[in-house]
């Protein structure tokens, strides 16, 4: 069973910068697909970023141009680096697992995720 945890979490004024980490127990699948996902109190989780094994990348447009996803294989740890953030960044950041690869074809739904981690708090304050 592949264990998620997430790190790298905290208190940063607008327009710091975070970087959050996901490190996984195992890296087992030939083809696989990793995103970033956030919910706030009150409202839906929703999509942040996603990265393929080959390295192709996907952003939301509320984060394009300032948050980057990146994976160290050798590591097995996925990253998120969040620049000039905002206060609706703040929000518990999860990290999520499909090993099908159907997320990153282009099949957005989140019920492919197998596995997620525990989450990490962000706060960006104004």
């Known amino acids: 069973q592949v264990r998620l945890v997430e790190s790298g979490g905290g208190s940063v004024q607008a327009g710091g910068s975070l970087r959050l980490s996901c490190e996984a127990s195992?890296?087992?699948?030939?083809?696989?697909?990793m995103a970033w996902f956030r919910q706030a109190p009150g409202n839906e989780r929703e999509w942040v970023s996603y990265?393929?094994?080959?390295?192709?990348?996907g952003y939301a447009d509320s984060v394009k141009g300032r948050f980057t996803i990146s994976q160290d294989d050798a590591k097995n740890t996925l990253y998120l680096q969040m620049n000039s953030l905002k206060p609706e960044d703040t929000a518990m950041y999860y990290c999520?697992?499909?090993?099908?690869?159907?997320?990153?074809?282009?099949?957005?739904?989140?019920?492919?995720?197998?596995?997620w981690g525990q989450g990490t708090q962000v706060t960006v304050s104004s």
């Open positions: 195992e890296s087992t699948y030939s083809r696989y697909c």
């Open positions: 990265i393929s094994r080959g390295g192709t990348t």
């Open positions: 999520a697992l499909d090993p099908t690869y159907t997320y990153c074809s282009g099949v957005r739904r989140s019920g492919v995720f197998g596995y």
